[in-house]
């Protein structure tokens, strides 16, 4: 069965530092991965995907990731936070193509001091 | 372009009730999943529909049912409510011979009391 792993309920990050999310995945064939980001009220957006090919991926409002198949790993990683990126971050993973249902870790809560 | 709309945002139920609850698709995409978010933990995959069938399901019981009419817009229907159904119910769509990206809803938010 496939599973993920956030680790980190919470994390508070002062505006300006860097960020890592740790995501750890349990998947049996070649894993898709993706980490989304829901705001209070919202619905979740895609903020980067990996389905093969370089292991570290770019995503959008500055975020990257890095594949690391031997840590079962696709951390989350961003050089300066700003306020706005106060969220919930959540890693996902599936299969078919990405195109079969995603299993969700549990998410990071992200709060960033001033 | 309009992204993926659901509809009612907000219900509330008692136990025992029945709720469907309303999803259309971002313009393009032909196949709909349905995921349940619980207060405080990942969204939970329901099921997918593409082409009017049910192609994939999660590990949900049979009083959740769903439909995905013509025009791609899919139905939620949940039978015989209990209280641990109380929960953010999002749509997201996708193309299945797209890039596997979702695309979703802001939910609805249902209420068992």
């Known amino acids: 069965a496939q599973s993920v792993t956030q680790p980190d309920i919470h994390i508070t990050v002062s505006e300006g530092a860097s960020l890592e999310l740790r995501c750890n995945y349990s998947y049996g064939a070649t894993p898709y991965l993706f980490w989304y980001v829901q705001s209070p009220g919202q619905g979740l957006q895609l903020l980067l995907k990996y389905f093969s090919g370089d292991t570290l991926v770019q995503g959008i409002k500055g975020f990257e990731a890095e594949f690391k198949r031997s840590q079962s790993s696709f951390n989350l990683r961003k050089p300066s936070v700003h306020w706005s990126d106060a969220a919930e971050y959540f890693c996902?993973?599936?299969?078919?193509?990405?195109?079969?249902?995603?299993?969700f870790g549990k998410g990071t809560h992200l709060i960033i001091q001033p | 372009d309009a992204g993926v709309t659901q509809s009612p945002t907000h219900l509330i139920k008692t136990r025992g009730q029945q709720v469907t609850l309303r999803c259309s698709p971002k313009s393009g995409h032909d196949t709909v999943s349905w995921y349940q978010q619980a207060l405080g933990q990942g969204p939970q995959f329901i099921f997918q529909y593409y082409e009017e069938e049910e192609r994939q399901r999660g590990n949900f019981p049979d009083r959740f049912s769903g439909h995905q009419f013509p025009n791609y817009s899919s139905e939620l229907n949940v039978n015989a409510l209990l209280l641990g159904d109380s929960a953010l119910y999002l749509c997201?769509?996708?193309?299945?011979?797209?890039?596997?990206?979702?695309?979703f809803g802001e939910g609805s938010r249902l209420t068992v009391l």
């Open positions: 996902a993973v599936g299969g078919g193509g990405g195109a079969d249902g995603l299993t």
């Open positions: 997201a769509s996708s193309s299945l011979q797209g890039t596997g990206e979702l695309f």
